[in-house]
Every structure is written in C-alpha cells, then in structure tokens.
C-alpha cells in the first residue's frame, strides 16, 4: 500500500496559486518555515490543503512586516501542537498590534497629504496666494 499522496498541486501549481516562486517555496521547506512537503510516488512535491493553508499564513506574515526569525519561531511553536497554542496566539496579537499602529501612522499621514493636497488645489483655482505652504 502506497502512502504517497496523489491528490494536490504541484510546485508549480503551488507557486502560481500563492503567489510565490518554486524557488521560494523550496527555500521554506528548506530553513524550516514549511514542514516537508510529501512527495508523489515519482518524488514531486505535493502541496495539499494543509501546505496551502501554511503559505497563506507565511505570505500574510511576511506582506505585514513580521521578520523570517519570527515567523520560524511560529513555526516552531505550531510543531509544539496544543501545548503552545497560547504563545502562538501572543505572537499574533503582538504582530497584530504592531500592524494597527502603522495603520493609525500611515492614517495620519494620509490626513497630512490630504491637506497638503487642498493647499495646492486653492492655489491651483487662485483662491490662495502663491506663497509656498509652510513645509513646500
């Protein structure tokens, strides 16, 4: 009896539905930030709905800034199973807070830009003077 799987994506497959280059996916397997991907009869990779699921974990993490060391000792912890739930769950608040004050800063300054924009759009019509705003 077989216990390869034969259902799944290929790496390239995996590639193209997450975003990330075969490259990219091998060097994860390779630091450890993915477990070993099972392998086909003929030795291919096979990217099942837990590896998938992983990935987009990896990607949401690395696209909001969490480090790869970070993002390992999540990896780490999950090999722990239940018994590390609670610091795994502590490292996700603490990203998630780190994520709500650069909203809150990029907000600002959205703001900011918002007012400068109005500042050159009555200079623009002529209902301001043509001194440059303070700041330019």
Partial sequence: MSTA?????????AADR?????DTLRYYERIGLMDPVPRS???????????????????RLRDTGMPIRGMLEYARLVRRGPEAAARRRGMLVEHRKRLRAEME?????VRYLDYKIG???????GEADDRPAAGG
Avoid: C, F, H, K
């Fill in 119 to 125: 500042v050159y759009d009555e200079l623009l019509a």
């Fill in 18 to 22: 997450t975003g990330l280059s075969a």
């Fill in 105 to 109: 800063r990029t907000e600002e300054t």
């Fill in 5 to 13: 799987p034969t259902q799944g994506l290929s790496i390239s497959e």
């Fill in 41 to 59: 009869a003929s030795g291919q990779r096979v990217y099942g709905e837990g590896e998938l699921d992983r990935l987009e974990l990896i990607n």
